[in-house]
């Protein structure tokens, strides 16, 4: 095919895997900028088949559906709605190309619906390591840190008690998510910030973390630290991508930017995160798909794969959702998609066909933009606002003198 279907990444990968298995040093390999444990997985692309790492990202896919199905069972969503929300992401063309093409995400999909599972089953010590883990392995899931830490709320996760989960019914009728805002106000967190289990989750992922990062460095020095970590904090990358900044990187990419410029591509991006985080939060897993959207939309860099990081958590929200399928639901599938299209033209006439496109292909990241900031205030103008937790009654003032 003119259009390769094995993602480039896949053959990255593999090289690094067998660079590995030979002894030596993965970065030895362009272009590979992911932890060795991604190389480490894939060891088997040289010793069994080359396809080892196909199956496995394919079996992430299904296990991400198993998940799925797990946590909206645990909050009583009736099974017929738990199927389709669980069919939106398996039988999504998007979500298993990027698996069958040999790209590594939905193993980060399965780690990150496992912390949840964690979190609801009170499990915080087992979700503290995997959320270090997963951060060591993609260094993005690093932005759900402060809504994780929100969640574990003194007045939910109290000495060894399991912690309530408010199940779909119950949530029925409750006030739509803008009226969420306010309830875990900034004053008010950072007074409770320092609980048990926060200062615990703490310091088990940032313990897990920086084992995985010392061990890496101490194998494969600064080459390491780099390519894997460093790279992704200050990538600016000229190639086309769907990012509104990718034209005036391309411009200037031979300049060198400016710490004021740095700063004002990432400002967007956390004045977002931040408003949406101390809306959100009690509601774990619509906070992290909106946090995920946005986080995406406002990056420097923006690549396809990058739409499976909220693909994975948009089932989670859809049984609180009032966005009927028709119209509104199918409006912003057909914008956001349409949107999509509309830039991947303009890819393909400057990729394949040399066309001098930039600008219009710099107009078409715009419109993209607009499509995803439209379909984040719709889900957030039709979602039922719901906390995971129920918050346990607190003791009147008499009663705690």
Not at 32 to 59: M, V
Not at 65 to 71: E, T, Y
Not at 183 to 205: D, N, V
Not at 243 to 265: A, D, P
Request: charged share 15%; proline share 5%; aromatic share 18%.
């Amino acid at each position: 095919m003119e259009v390769r279907y094995t993602d480039v990444d896949y053959l990255v990968f593999s090289d690094a895997a067998s660079l590995m298995a030979s002894g030596e040093s993965p970065y030895k390999r362009s272009t590979y900028r992911y932890s060795p444990l991604l190389a480490f997985l894939l060891i088997p692309n040289s010793l069994i088949h080359r396809s080892w790492g196909k199956f496995l990202f394919s079996a992430s896919d299904l296990l991400v559906g198993l998940f799925i199905h797990s946590i909206l069972k645990r909050r009583k969503v009736p099974e017929d709605l738990c199927l389709y929300s669980v069919m939106v992401w398996l039988l999504n063309p998007f979500t298993f190309t990027i698996g069958t093409r040999g790209n590594c995400e939905p193993i980060v999909c399965a780690m990150i619906l496992w912390i949840i599972i964690c979190l609801m089953e009170g499990n915080v010590p087992q979700a503290a390591v995997w959320y270090g883990l997963v951060v060591h392995f993609r260094i993005y899931p690093i932005i759900y840190a402060l809504p994780i830490v929100m969640v574990l709320d003194p007045h939910v996760f109290q000495s060894n008690q399991k912690p309530l989960l408010e199940n779909w019914k119950s949530s029925q009728g409750k006030p739509k998510s803008s009226e969420g805002c306010g309830e875990f106000g900034i004053w008010t967190a950072l007074k409770r910030i320092f609980t048990r289990w926060r200062i615990m989750f703490g310091l088990i992922s940032g313990i897990i973390f920086l084992s995985c990062t010392a061990l890496f460095f101490c194998l494969y020095g600064w080459e390491f630290l780099n390519e894997a970590l460093l790279y992704h904090l200050t990538r600016t990358d000229p190639r086309h991508n769907f990012s509104i900044y990718f034209y005036h990187i391309y411009l200037h990419y031979e300049l060198e930017f400016s710490l004021m410029e740095k700063l004002i591509s990432f400002l967007p991006q956390l004045i977002v995160q931040l408003v949406l985080i101390f809306c959100f939060a009690p509601d774990l897993p619509f906070c992290l798909f909106l946090q995920t959207v946005a986080f995406v939309a406002f990056n420097k860099v923006i690549t396809a794969q990058y739409f499976v990081w909220f693909f994975c958590l948009l089932p989670l929200i859809l049984p609180w959702s009032n966005m009927k399928l028709k119209w509104e639901g199918l409006c912003c599938m057909l914008l956001w998609m349409g949107a999509q299209s509309h830039w991947l033209f303009w890819g393909y006439m400057l990729e394949f066909k040399g066309k001098n496109v930039f600008l219009l292909l710099w107009l078409a990241s715009i419109v993209f933009l607009a499509a995803n900031t439209f379909v984040v205030i719709m889900f957030i103008r039709r979602h039922r606002y719901s906390p995971v937790f129920r918050q346990l009654e607190r003791p009147s003032s008499k009663k705690s003198e």
